[in-house]
Nanobody, 121 residues
Framework: QVQLVESGGGLVQAGGSLRLSCAASGSIFSVGFMAWYRQAPGKQRELVASITSGGATTYTDSVKGRFTISRDNAKNTMYLQMNSLKAEDTAVYYC???????????????WGQGTQVTASS
């Protein structure tokens, strides 16, 4: 089995910064696609940023220029550097990864438990 453990959330004033981490542990051969999602109260979960195994990144428009997604393949860990936080960034942030157990095998989806990010205005 694989577990994703998130850390780094918290309360910060608008304009501040936070760095989220998501570490995968367990029976892992490789990690493929990684992404951060968020869900604000009363809203649907949305994709915030993603990064492929090759390092290609995407961002939702509202965070472009402020957030940076990165990964450390040796540690099976993903990061989200969040700068210039706004009140509208307040949400529970979830990490998502696809994991391969063995060479040539399929990829399986996993979610983190979620971490609260609150930017106060």
């Amino acid at each position: 089995q694989v577990q994703l453990v998130e850390s780094g959330g918290g309360l910060v004033q608008a304009g501040g910064s936070l760095r989220l981490s998501c570490a995968a542990s367990g029976s892992i051969f490789s990690v493929g696609f990684m992404a951060w999602y968020r869900q604000a109260p009363g809203k649907q979960r949305e994709l915030v940023a993603s990064i492929t195994s090759g390092g290609a990144t995407t961002y939702t428009d509202s965070v472009k220029g402020r957030f940076t997604i990165s990964r450390d393949n040796a540690k099976n860990t993903m990061y989200l550097q969040m700068n210039s936080l706004k009140a509208e960034d307040t949400a529970v942030y979830y990490c998502y990864m696809t994991v391969q157990y063995a060479s040539g095998g399929g990829y399986y989806q996993y979610w983190g438990q979620g971490t609260q990010v609150t930017a106060s205005s």
